[in-house]
């Protein structure tokens, strides 16, 4: 399958891994929608995005203005979904019940209301690709919140493949990636982390965005595959 003259709307496709997909998408010749919460974001992509891209800012933790967004753009055929921000980690013992719930509103909820409220535009054939990770398969210490919204997600695609068959419904679950996810660490703490993580991964190495891409390149053009998750973490689950 090809992705010439279809339309791709990428939610949190502004940065990193989204702004990465949106970019194979444009060069293989889709038409290409960007979108996340912040318009500075949205005006930085459209610059580096081919002409005749589109650009929208949406509060994608709010259904309404979600539901808005698709409204106005309108049938589309391939959804992705890559908006995140980084993994909550905390302690059970020191729990913050809140900051929990939050941490499942872009991730988990924000995915459920952007499929709920694309279904109704989505062309016959099409897709949707959303973003889980590797944490419920190799979960530490403080990270029984970041496991349970990857395993959510990981089970919210079986689910969607069944029920909205035929559109296919999968997922991409990255690795620790190289990406603007992370810069609101100081440099110096975040290059100290990927080394860290490179040390023990058998690629010995962290990802970049246009890697990850690449799977939802796939997913996008594989008319065959549905209710999958493809893992692209350098080997984080052998490790």
Sequence with gaps: MTLTDKRVVLL????????????????????????SRNQRSVDRALATLPTGTQGYAADLTDPADVARLFEGLGPFDHLVYTAGEPLALMSVDALDLAAARAAFELRYF????????????????????????????????????????????????????VELAPIRVNAVSAGVIRSPLWDSLPQETREQMYAQLSESLPLRRVGEPNEVAEAFGYLLRATYATGTVVTVDGGTLIS
């Design 110 to 161: 924000g995915s459920l209301a952007a499929v709920n409220a694309a279904l109704p535009y989505l062309r016959p054939g099409g897709s949707i690709t959303l973003t889980t990770g590797t944490a419920n398969h190799r979960p530490s210490t403080g990270w029984s919140v970041a496991a349970s919204i990857t395993g959510a997600i990981d089970a919210l695609v079986r689910a969607l493949a």
């Design 12 to 35: 949190g496709g502004t940065s990193g891994i989204g702004l990465a997909t949106a970019s194979l998408a444009a060069r293989e010749g889709a038409q290409v929608v960007v979108a």
